[in-house]
């Protein structure tokens, strides 16, 4: 023992050699950072409105019953939990196509989409991101300004240089149209555009129908690839509506990605379940493309994960639980859109001549304020209400309970920047 000690010494030197020292510190998550400083936080009344969580008016994250019935029937399974196949379970794969394209979709019907399961919406966007660096390695990605600040950091970790296109008007607290149309008219062919087909995150701005077919013709004549982030659906006007621009984008003939989420619309975050579906011209081209996403998975992760896979399959499948889990998320969407309703009611009282239409314009689970970095911090330290940097509020965090201090928070800082 002690001769083999003796000898080690000899090789190995007492002062650690650090390979790793030259890295930068990682600056943290602004969403997730802030979300563990709240939980941090002691104030009585705190409210945490920056994570794009789902809770209900008790202040909880939801487990929704449609969920836990798969669950329970999950728990008493005794099957082996084996590895799902790259592209994920086949049941779960239509259930994606049946949600995000509709029942009765051509382009599904035609064998034309590719989809697979993934590792929740940012998975999904890995995986399509991967996919198109393969194919198009050369195009820039154009993100929404503001943008969900992880789009950069994915796609820009895939290898592609990320640009922004314009989007939101602080002057208006609505759609910077105009100049988003002039921005994507001068785009070069096969350039990749990420769009949100409803509550956009983080400004809670969309587009109309019109403005939708406007986009989509504009994609269509300059030869763009649109990139669609779909990861609220069923949160802003419901299941189908919120599909609006993936539908209309795909019935128009374009070749298009869509990460789908269901983090958020079955409150299942950490079972980490998504899907990516890319819509092809042909079934042959949709068969080739399936065996790229399942050679992307193989190489990152292998295979999505048994349990999510089957709890959605369980829950989208079963047309007694699927009528249960539409009633659920339609309660989630009315409940924040109550919330929307009375901040914009009681900060009519006590905010007179502030402009909280905002409030009730915008949709889904995101709110884009424009408060300023100083009324941020006031909120945070004087009234412990959470909300990131941006001054993008997670409206599902208020709640009957705490929306009076919310809005007399709000009032407080508000009216002490405009004495
Ligand atoms: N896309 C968008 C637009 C999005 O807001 C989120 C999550 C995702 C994808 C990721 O989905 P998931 O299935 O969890 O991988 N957004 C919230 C949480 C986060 O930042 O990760 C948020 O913005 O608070």
Known sequence: ????????????????????????????????????????????????????????????????????????????????????????????????????????????????????????????????????????????????????????????????????????????????????MDCLRNLPSRTIVLLHPCCHNPTGVDLSHEQWGEVIALLQGRGLIPFLDIAYQGLGDGMEEDAYAVRTMVDAGLTVLVANSFSKNLSIYGERCGGLS?????????????????????????????????????????????????KEVADMRVRMAEMRRQVHQQLATKLPGYDADYFVNQRGMFTYSGLSREQLLALRERHGVYIIDSGRIAVPGLNTGNVDHFTDALADVIGESAR
């Open 1 to 180: 023992m002690a001769a083999t000690r003796a000898t080690r010494r000899h090789i190995i030197s007492y002062r650690h050699n650090s390979m790793f020292e030259h890295l930068q510190p990682y600056a943290g998550d602004p969403i997730f950072g802030l979300n563990d400083a709240f939980h941090r936080n002691t104030h009585p009344k705190k409210v945490n409105l920056t994570i794009g969580l789902y809770y209900d008016d008790q202040g909880r994250i939801p487990v929704l019953q449609s969920v836990e019935t798969v669950q329970r029937r999950l728990a008493d399974d005794p099957s082996p939990r084996v590895y799902l196949p790259m592209e994920g379970l086949a049941a779960y794969r239509q259930a994606v196509q049946r949600v995000v394209f509709g029942s009765d979709s051509q382009a599904v019907a035609q064998g034309r989409v590719a989809t697979i399961q993934t590792l929740g919406g940012t998975g999904a966007l890995k995986v399509g991101a991967d996919f198109l660096h393969l194919a198009y390695p050369d195009s820039e990605v154009w993100i929404s300004d503001p943008a969900w600040d992880n789009h950069h950091a994915i796609f820009g970790g895939a290898g592609f240089k990320t640009r922004s296109y314009p989007y939101y008007d602080p002057a208006t607290k609505g759609l910077a149209f105009d100049a988003m």
């Open 278 to 326: 890319v819509v092809c011209g042909s079934a042959q081209e949709a068969d080739l493309v399936l065996g790229q996403l399942k050679s992307m998975v193989r190489r990152n992760y292998s295979s999505a994960p048994w349990h999510g896979g089957h709890i959605v399959a369980g829950v989208l499948n079963d047309e007694l639980l699927h009528a249960r889990w539409l």
